[in-house]
């Protein structure tokens, strides 16, 4: 489920703000090349959902909610929770997404003793002052 958590962080912007521009013709509209690049990716990744979802009248229901008022934390939240509910019920369809999905940036971090890990690590990462970490084989 962590996978479909991670993609849905990237899926409900570009989607609610494709949302907040078209309204709920998002679903009907064909690429429009002067759309923005998320609004673009909102439009596709919404109808792609949508036609591999069991019920995609949920996620029409969810669109139009949000189109009503795109500053409503709880349209925001129907709409997520009708993406995920699609996800879990189809693999391939998450596969699918993962695949329109632009890849993860590198790890950021910031204030003091903040880390950043990109990838595995597969030593220590300590912080704080005075820290002493010793491994053994």
Do not use: C, F, H, K
Request: charged share 20%.
């Amino acid at each position: 489920m962590s996978n479909i958590e991670a993609m849905l962080g990237q899926i409900v912007p570009a989607a609610g703000a494709a949302v907040a521009v078209y309204g709920a013709a998002v679903l009907r509209r064909v690429e429009d090349e002067a759309a923005g690049a998320t609004v673009l990716l909102g439009r596709r990744l919404l109808a792609r959902i949508r036609g591999g979802a069991a019920d995609p009248t949920a996620i029409d229901g969810a669109v139009t909610d949000l189109a009503a008022d795109p500053d409503d934390p709880d349209a925001l939240a129907a709409l997520r929770l009708q993406i995920r509910r699609a996800l879990a019920a189809d693999p391939a369809l998450v596969a699918e997404i993962a695949a329109l999905l632009p890849a993860p940036g590198p790890a950021r971090s910031s204030g003091a003793g903040s880390v950043a890990v990109s990838g595995n690590v597969s030593g220590i990462v300590s912080t704080g002052d005075g820290a002493m970490n010793i491994q053994r084989p």
